[in-house]
């Protein structure tokens, strides 16, 4: 079992930043791969971005890329979700996840199924 929890979330102006983290315990923390996704009211869940184990390969959605930046401390059984230029379009709950494969991902990063493990989410709120 893994447990997740994600913390950092609030309220911000556009064009403000925020920090997201989400703290893994149950198992060894580089033994799988991380992501954040988020979903806004009335939408579907949508992939933001993900890690590799290692941290050596990224990936992220296109919306937020050069924008959002992903990393983990694997010391720290933590990954974060760097939100910079945020815009109101980002006003979403962000939920991280965990893939229990050692290398790359067990699926498409993209899709929620590859995904085994979900924390509870964090609201991150935008003002215009």
């Known amino acids: 079992q893994v447990q997740l929890v994600e913390s950092g979330g609030g309220l911000v102006q556009a064009g403000g930043s925020l920090r997201l983290s989400c703290a893994a315990s149950g198992r060894t923390f580089n033994n799988y791969a991380m992501g954040w996704f988020r979903q806004a009211p009335g939408k579907e869940r949508e992939f933001v971005a993900a890690?590799?184990?290692?941290?050596?390969?990224?990936h992220y959605a296109d919306s937020v890329k050069g924008r959002f930046t992903i990393s983990r401390d694997n010391a720290k059984n933590t990954v974060y979700l760097q939100m910079n230029s945020l815009k109101p379009e980002d006003t979403a709950v962000y939920y991280c996840a965990a893939d229990l494969v050692h290398l790359g991902y067990s699926g498409s990063y993209y899709t929620e199924s590859t995904w085994d493990y979900w924390g509870q989410g964090t609201q991150v709120t935008v003002s215009s």
């Open positions: 890690i590799t184990w290692s941290g050596g390969s990224t």
